[in-house]
């Protein structure tokens, strides 16, 4: 059958690293308080002329690149962000002028945190029903734009960045034990809690920007309660156990989260992929930077069974399991 093989990654970071002892300076919180709370000691934030869309330009490159393929191979861009260049056009289409593959699909997807994983499963689909061939799928934000930077309960959470992958969709074995690529995603929204993960702004309402908010203890409780529920999903339609995963690439929020939902599904803590600690909550960004990482430094290597899996604003949420 049909299926969807990631054949490289890629990421990209703002040049400007701020460590949590610079928030202390500014305001009133403490590197102990961030590290104890989140598990997180840094975070980049993007500086003059860094956009979402020249972040997920030059990720998408790298993504490129270490497929081996030109960008003139890339029929279809999703572009996952919350944070986009422009109200409209979709930020994927700056990606494919400056990408230069003109003609083919581009667009954007909005489900903020759970992004990635939304266009992961958008871009499989329309590769299976043969829409495109290749596909790059980009999870790119700078949320330094939309911080408020005087409310310490959110703002030291968050920061920018954007990570790509390449899929190909290529003929593979019906028998997701051994078939390469996307094997099963499962994706979910509940709308009754819209308003405990959000931006006080938008083009339709206030004609402004917004700056997020957030209630942190009850989007905490749902996290991980939805994500251990979806990676359950996702493994019985496959028929495995959580046992049978290689790694898992989880949403990067706070390290409290990825260990509660390791612990709910008897996941060795060994085999979850942390980045929180360098890159704090990049929303959309946070798996493919997270994916990236742990290709590049030797760990996810080509035949792992690897789960990705993220919770965010809407709620939303969603798992994806895939063989590199
Ligand atoms: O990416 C989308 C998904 N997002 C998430 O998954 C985020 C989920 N939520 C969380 O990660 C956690 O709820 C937080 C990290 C946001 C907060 O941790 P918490 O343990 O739930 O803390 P809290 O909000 O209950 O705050 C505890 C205390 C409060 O003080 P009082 O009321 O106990 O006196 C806060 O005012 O910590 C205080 N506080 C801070 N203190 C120092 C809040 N932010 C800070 C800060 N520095 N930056």
Redesign the pocket.
């Known amino acids: 059958m049909r299926r969807s093989v990631v054949v490289g990654t890629g990421s990209a970071l703002p040049e400007r690293a701020v460590g949590n002892a610079e928030?202390?300076a500014r305001?009133?919180?403490?590197d102990e308080?961030?590290r104890t709370?989140?598990g997180i000691a840094n975070r980049y934030v993007a500086g003059e002329g860094e956009t979402t869309a020249s972040l997920a330009t030059t990720a998408a490159r790298r993504a490129l690149e270490a497929a081996g393929l030109a960008s003139a191979d890339i029929g279809l861009i999703v572009l996952a962000t919350a944070t986009p260049d422009q109200t409209f056009p979709a930020s994927a289409t700056i990606v494919q002028h400056e990408l230069g593959c003109h003609g083919g699909i581009a667009f954007d997807v909005a489900a903020?945190?759970?992004g990635f994983v939304y266009a992961i499963g958008v871009a499989d689909a329309m590769l299976r029903v043969g829409a495109a061939q290749r596909a790059l799928v980009i999870g790119a934000e700078t949320f330094s734009r939309i911080l408020d930077w005087e409310?310490?309960?959110?703002?030291?959470?968050?920061g920018d960045g954007a990570g790509a992958i390449v899929l190909e969709a290529r003929e593979e074995s019906d028998d997701p034990r051994v078939a390469r690529g996307v094997l099963a995603t499962r994706l979910h929204a509940d709308g009754r809690h819209n308003q405990l993960?959000f931006v006080d702004g938008g083009p339709s309402t206030t004609g402004t920007v917004g700056k997020l908010r957030?209630?942190?203890?009850?989007?905490?409780r749902?996290?991980v309660t939805n994500l251990s529920d979806v990676l359950v999903e996702v493994l019985d339609e496959v028929g495995m156990q959580p046992g049978d995963i290689d790694w898992l690439v989880p949403?990067?929020?706070?390290a409290?989260?990825l260990e509660a939902t390791a612990k709910k599904l008897g996941l060795d803590p060994a085999k979850v992929v942390i980045t929180v600690d360098r890159h704090a909550?990049t929303?959309a960004a946070?798996v493919p930077l997270a994916l990236d990482a742990a290709v590049r430094d030797g760990r996810i290597r080509q035949g792992d069974l690897v789960m990705l899996e993220?919770?965010?604003?809407g709620f939303t949420w969603g798992a994806s399991l895939l063989r590199m």
């Open positions: 928030l202390a305001i009133d919180t403490s308080w961030i709370r989140t903020v945190c759970s409310d310490r309960a959110t703002c030291v959470l968050f993960l957030m209630r942190g203890k009850e989007v905490f749902h996290a949403h990067q929020a706070n409290r989260i909550n929303s946070s993220a919770m965010g604003g």
